[in-house]
């Protein structure tokens, strides 16, 4: 752990002489992705903010325009202006960047583009293909279906993440199986199937994480899934917390800008807390262990999501049932994408998305969150405290939802 994060530090003291030697340059060109592109109104002027990434400088950042988002293509060339105020902070995350467009750029032809818009013309309705295309490719979700995605409390089921990646490898590995047990069986009956199949179905993984443009939480599912893959290979146990530390730390190494990537830290504190309930309750029953999960990951992490998003609304409550459909809805509905009739479903998607609810908004105390942290760290130690945990969480969680009753 030590010499991980000497590494860490390392890397922190050269991005910073990076950040010192972009933030004093005058201008940059370079060619950007752009990532969203949305018009925003003040009173009666508009401009376009840019939600953009530069795969030369491996920036984050936004930017603003007078061209109209539905001109904006794909990827454009810009001329930057760093200022001398940024912090390293918004260097590492996202900052806001004074630019010019220099040109817009003709769209490239890509397989990705080729497969959104065979997506896009197997749906009419706009919102229903923007949710597909997320889920299937990590592309961002426009305002109102995000605001309504986060109504009904499901945005671990849009975002890419260990969730999805844990169904297509069950499904690869039931694909894959019979077909190299044919082989194996005939030609070579020495070799252990869950190894070769394992490893198969990892390289598949590792070209769809490229190929969705590597998102932070995917990449630490993927990462896990790896060097889990490995540990299970030598004989060393994989459901530890030693194991998902050194993942976060060599990951952090590896990418040391995750450091300011909320949905890293969401995606890795979702999976501490399946790890908390694995070590006490990993005996009982499969399907009952599948339920104290779906209920108890959503209920422990209320207050982690609520010290940064306030919205409260009692849709959320179908959070836990959405997940567990999500395990047979996902992969079919790939099915049916590529058979060219991913409109099937599209009636009861509209239905949910429609569905209205009050709404109300509470942000908890940073002090509060610490210290909800510090207990969750604790549980580990003692199965006491776990259920002092749970008992905490669900007094949150009561006050969350008892208003739109009481």
């Not at 003291?13 to 109104?41: D, R, S």
């Not at 376009?48 to 539905?70: E, G, Q, V």
């Not at 902070?89 to 818009?117: A, Q, V, W």
């Not at 610490?370 to 007094?395: G, N």
Request: hydrophobic letters at 55%.
């Amino acid at each position: 752990m030590l010499f991980l994060l000497t590494l860490l530090a390392l890397r922190l003291f050269i991005l910073h002489g990076e950040y010192e030697a972009f933030k004093n340059k005058p201008f940059f060109f370079t060619e950007v992705n752009v990532i969203q592109a949305y018009e925003k109104w003040n009173d009666d002027e508009y401009h376009t903010i840019l939600k953009l990434y530069s795969p030369i400088l491996d920036i984050n950042f936004f930017s603003r325009t007078k061209i109209r988002a539905k001109e904006i293509p794909s990827q454009i060339r810009l001329k930057l202006y760093p200022q001398k105020e940024m912090r390293f902070s918004e260097y590492l995350g996202t900052s806001f960047i004074y630019s010019h467009i220099n040109s817009l750029l003709e769209p490239r032809e890509s397989m990705k583009n080729k497969l959104l818009l065979r997506v896009e013309k197997q749906h009419e309705n706009r919102m229903i293909s923007n949710f597909y295309k997320a889920i299937f490719f990590a592309t961002p979700l426009e305002k109102s279906l995000r605001t309504q995605v986060a109504s009904l409390g499901v945005s671990h089921l849009i975002a890419l993440s260990g969730f999805h990646l844990a169904i297509l490898s069950t499904l690869l590995f039931f694909l894959l199986r019979p077909f190299y047990r044919f082989f194996q069986q005939r030609y070579f009956p020495y070799r252990f199937d869950l190894f070769d199949v394992g490893f198969m179905v990892l390289v598949i993984l590792a070209w769809y994480v490229w190929f969705v443009d590597a998102p932070p939480s995917l990449i630490r599912s993927y990462m896990m899934m790896f060097v889990g893959w490995l540990l299970l290979v030598w004989g060393i146990e994989l459901i530890s917390f030693t194991f998902l530390i050194t993942i976060v730390l060599l990951l952090l190494v590896i990418f040391p800008k995750m450091l300011l990537s909320l949905a890293f830290w969401f995606s890795v504190i979702g999976v501490f807390y399946i790890f908390l309930l694995l070590q006490y309750f990993s005996h009982l029953n499969k399907y009952l262990m599948t339920l104290i999960i779906s209920f108890g990951i959503f209920i422990l992490m209320l207050p982690i999501v609520h010290l940064i998003f306030p919205l409260v609304s009692p849709l959320q409550l179908l959070s836990p049932f959405l997940s567990m459909i999500f395990g047979i809805f996902y992969p079919l509905s790939m099915g049916l994408h590529l058979l060219g009739m991913g409109g099937l479903s599209d009636g009861l998607l509209l239905t949910l998305f429609s569905i209205k609810s009050g709404e109300s908004y509470l942000l908890i105390n940073l002090w509060y969150g610490i210290a909800y942290l510090i207990l969750s760290i604790m549980a580990i130690f003692y199965k006491r405290l776990l259920y002092v945990l749970f008992l905490v969480a669900f007094l949150f969680f009561v006050e969350l939802f008892m208003g739109f009753w009481v």
